[in-house]
């Protein structure tokens, strides 16, 4: 999920109500606040902490909730694994803590100390471009004889890897989840064996995601060639527009913004879409059925 924003240190509080009611409308089976997406690396604690108690007082209960907790300071991790076991997190997400690169000894003790701590169930988050450090299989493997440690979003966009971490998933007795993160990838990752997807289109377009995700638990190949092609045009048409990376969570926030749900400020260094780019993004949503173009 996003974190829509009215300006850098302040939550688009009404937006939030309306963004979390879109998503749960659309189907979806939980949502994941304060991740790479919602730009959590770049709020503020202060504004971190007012995101969990608000998504959790609109979620209701509704779907799980979980909340990324990743952060460069152990403590603070810790502090907000609270505030969400208090708010009513069904868990919490961590990638390993970037600037400082770990060594895989190093994150497996962090994860021991880090588990121990923790009020709440644990997803582990492989997410390599943003963190300098992948979360190895030796490391998933310690990790898995935690109990506390439930699963683990593989953002690296590694196929091989992710297999690997689906045949380790199948050692745990109990239920550990695979979750991919690249939203292109998930058809072929479930039928592959993982658990679902964790997608930044579902924002804008969460039954779409939530179809395909269907269509691939039941195997039904037409169907997922259908909605695959569906979802390749919304990514090719909303992440593109911008000249940099982070034209993706901009293309996401615009498209939210134009379509009545959201503020779209951004957490600094960014700064939202302007024209001529919006226009751009107007133009994609209509094309995309998901505008009416008199709006």
């Known amino acids: 999920m996003i974190t829509p924003l009215r300006d850098r240190d302040t939550l688009d509080v009404e937006g939030l109500q309306r963004l979390v009611e879109h998503l749960i409308a659309g189907g979806v089976h939980g949502i994941f ?8 690396p770049s709020l503020s604690h202060r504004l971190r902490q007012e995101v969990v108690r608000a998504t959790l007082d609109f979620a209701r209960r509704r779907v799980p909730v979980l909340v990324g907790i990743t952060d460069t300071s152990f403590t603070e991790s810790v502090e907000l694994a609270n505030l969400c076991a208090t708010a009513g997190a069904a868990g919490v997400v961590t990638a390993p803590p ?3 690169p770990a060594g895989q000894p190093e994150l497996c003790e962090y994860l021991d100390d880090l588990a121990a701590e923790l009020p709440l169930p644990l997803f582990l988050y492989n997410m390599p471009a943003m963190t300098k450090v992948s979360i190895e299989l030796s490391t998933v493997q310690h990790a898995m004889r935690n109990p506390k440690v439930i699963g ?3 953002s ?3 196929m091989i890897h992710l297999h690997r971490l ?3 998933s199948r050692q745990r007795p109990d239920n550990w989840s695979v979750l991919i993160g690249p939203e292109e990838l998930t058809a072929e990752a479930v039928l592959l064996g993982a658990h679902g997807g964790v997608n930044g289109g579902a924002n804008v377009h969460p039954r779409l995601y939530v179809q395909l995700y269907k269509a691939a638990t039941a195997g039904d190949l037409p169907r997922i060639r259908e909605l695959q092609r569906q979802v390749l045009d919304l990514a090719g048409q909303l992440y ?4 940099h990376r982070s034209s993706l969570i901009k293309g996401v926030k615009c498209a939210l913004n134009l379509l009545g749900i959201c503020q779209d400020g951004m957490a600094e260094p960014f700064r939202s879409f302007r024209e001529p780019e919006r226009g751009i993004v107007r133009e994609r949503l209509v094309r995309l ?3 009416n173009p008199k709006a």
């Open 98 to 100: 970037y600037y400082f």
């Open 289 to 291: 059925g998901l505008l």
């Open 152 to 154: 683990i979003k593989d």
């Open 166 to 168: 689906v045949e380790l």
């Open 156 to 158: 690296s966009g590694d």
């Open 33 to 40: 606040a304060l991740g790479t997406t919602g730009e959590a």
């Open 240 to 243: 593109t527009v911008g000249r």
